[in-house]
């Protein structure tokens, strides 16, 4: 944000793995626009996004033309009376089909549901519930990111070679763990509905392959 | 269609308004590509789309570049070993996130229910249905277009000039007719759940801003 404020640049992000779970003020960091998958850490269904768009964009031209976010489209009768102008604001920017009744209510829920929970609660609660499991793996060896650039509603980790990996796959199903095993690397999220039980679980599920 | 492959060029079809309701065969009009938004007429939720790519664009490149589309993207576990190919066929044209669970099974359903009725029998029963209602306005002295571009699921018609539209929205409302009116012009649709009684309601709501 600051290196970009520097040499005039705009700076967009990507908040689809952090918003929502991690505190992210688009003042403090002079982020321009911020865009976010609604399916992630949103709790929302798949086909949404939020983004905030700053007044850097005030001017610029949406990439989809829906007559929606002209002037007049609110007036059914005089629908063929185009109108140029977009509306003023982010709105313009918005996809085709925004009034969508079913995807909708399904995110504004998910959005109370977060508002309640507080973001950095979330954030909070997550570290506090993976600390027997960050001491277990590095007990093994594993080597995480500095506190600074560390998430604890979602990190990687890349397993020691000892670990048999498909076995794990096997014990995490077996356990009822569900978590993203790419290659020799393990994607853990966690959130408010996570509890000390499961960690024990994915514990269990790695040191199984271990002994083998 | 004839005339496209007399100079050489491609015919892409919205058929938004028309598939599901009137038979469109893309091998008979010669259609390269046939495109529909799902809310319409086939009966699905806003945000799915539809379409039908033909061998015309099997070379062609998508708008959207997504991960799902390249030849290695079943493979989870070597997801960063990105692959240029696309797949073949239209597949590589889906849009994002097209595993959607809540608005696949609903168009799914829908298209089931199509097939049910089947396409011509709606045509056929919706040209039916509007009969009274041709011979009132015609009686009116509206104009419709010749069979041949005539549809009956779906029309607009001009209202006579003695037709006062602020009262008809307010008839329609009151007869429970839900119909697009826009300036002078009527928009209906009519579909199989719809019966003798809603065009009697919709000739009565009109019927009585003449009278006055």
């Given at each position: 944000g600051e290196k970009c404020v520097e040499v005039g640049a705009k700076l967009l992000v990507d908040?689809?793995?952090?918003v929502g779970a991690l505190p992210m003020d688009v003042k403090e960091y002079n982020i321009d626009a911020l865009i976010c998958a609604?399916?992630?850490?949103?709790?929302g269904p798949y086909s949404i996004g939020l983004a905030y768009i700053s007044?850097?964009?005030?001017d610029g031209v949406p990439l989809e033309e829906s007559?929606?976010?002209?002037?007049?489209?609110?007036n059914f009768s005089g629908?063929?009376?185009?109108?140029?102008a977009y509306h003023?604001?982010?709105?313009?920017?918005n996809v085709g089909e925004t009034s969508n009744f079913i995807l909708i209510p399904i995110i504004r829920e998910a959005l109370k549901q977060i508002s309640h929970w507080t973001v950095p609660e979330i954030q909070a609660y997550s570290k506090k519930l993976i600390q027997p499991l960050i001491a277990y793996l590095k007990n093994l060896g594993v080597e995480f990111e500095s506190d600074k650039y560390f998430s604890s509603h979602l990190f990687a980790l890349k397993l020691p070679a000892e670990v048999d990996v498909d076995q794990l796959k096997i014990n995490l199903e077996k356990n009822k763990v569900f978590i993203s095993v790419r290659g020799q690397f393990l994607r853990i999220s966690v959130n408010i509905f996570n509890d000390a039980e499961d960690i024990k679980q994915l514990i269990k599920s790695i040191e199984a392959t271990i002994k083998k």
């Open positions: 908040g689809t793995q952090s609604g399916y992630k850490w949103l709790f007044d850097a964009f005030e007559w929606m976010n002209r002037t007049n489209a609110k629908l063929t009376e185009y109108e140029k003023p604001g982010a709105g313009k920017y």
